[in-house]
């Protein structure tokens, strides 16, 4: 923070004119509604100053790890209003939550959820409460429950719920092995990797092992 405000909002800013990727990491003011409050102002800058005011190149709000911060009245305001702008730009806007319950039941998360273009379920303990949120049909739901992944199959593969409007349905991921090493993030395996990628100092040749 005391490095954030040595220089004016404008010279920060235009140092990040020219960058296509942009990540404020939170983590540590995950508990400091103040300080949460005013990085929110800071991004709330940043988003309309890079992504909403070129109009020519779409731009795309991401939210990850984000759900212990949206407990505080004010981070979840400034997230509604992210959610109700962004479709008069040329803008996309995404939250990432383990499970629905992580976002409060109250009028600021309905409006998101209102909000809210495109549903992607993974998977989730919490169904019936992801189609009362949504207010989704009893197929929706069957739909739900009916998605499954085996990472342990010959072909591996994931299955995604994904609703886009009214239309919805369930889709098969398959990939090759070196894409599923690639962004393997379990505990164990990915450590396994890593160890690989120490020994010999190459990620395709660690993954290579790993298939091996």
């Known amino acids: 923070m005391i490095f954030l405000y040595r220089e004016d909002e404008n010279t920060i800013i235009q140092s990040l004119m020219d960058k296509r990727i942009i990540v404020f990491e939170l983590d540590e003011i995950k508990d400091n509604e103040l300080l949460l409050t005013i990085m929110l102002q800071l991004i709330g800058i940043t988003i309309e100053d890079i992504i909403w005011k070129d109009k020519s190149t779409r731009g795309y ?7 212990k911060q949206l407990k505080f009245e004010g981070v979840l305001n400034k997230v509604e209003y992210f959610f109700q702008a962004v479709r008069k730009q040329n803008s996309a806007i995404g939250i990432v939550l383990q499970s629905i ?4 039941e109250n009028t600021t998360a309905r409006s998101i959820i209102e909000n809210t273009q495109m549903l992607y379920v993974l998977n989730a303990k919490d ?4 189609q009362r949120r949504f207010h989704l049909s009893e197929h929706a739901y069957n739909e ?3 998605i499954q992944s085996n990472f342990s199959a010959e072909q591996p ?16 991921l398959e990939t090759p092995p070196e894409v599923f090493w690639a962004y393997q993030t379990e505990g164990n395996k990915n450590q396994q990797l890593m160890n690989y ?16």
């Open 144 to 146: 739900l429950v009916s």
């Open 197 to 212: 990628y120490e020994e010999c100092g190459d990620m395709e040749k660690a993954i290579a092992k790993m298939i091996s």
């Open 61 to 67: 709000i991401f939210f990850d790890e984000f759900a």
């Open 157 to 172: 593969y994931s299955e995604v719920f994904i609703m886009r409007g009214n239309v919805h349905g369930v889709y098969r």
């Open 101 to 104: 319950t992580q976002l409060p």
């Open 127 to 130: 169904y019936r409460e992801i």
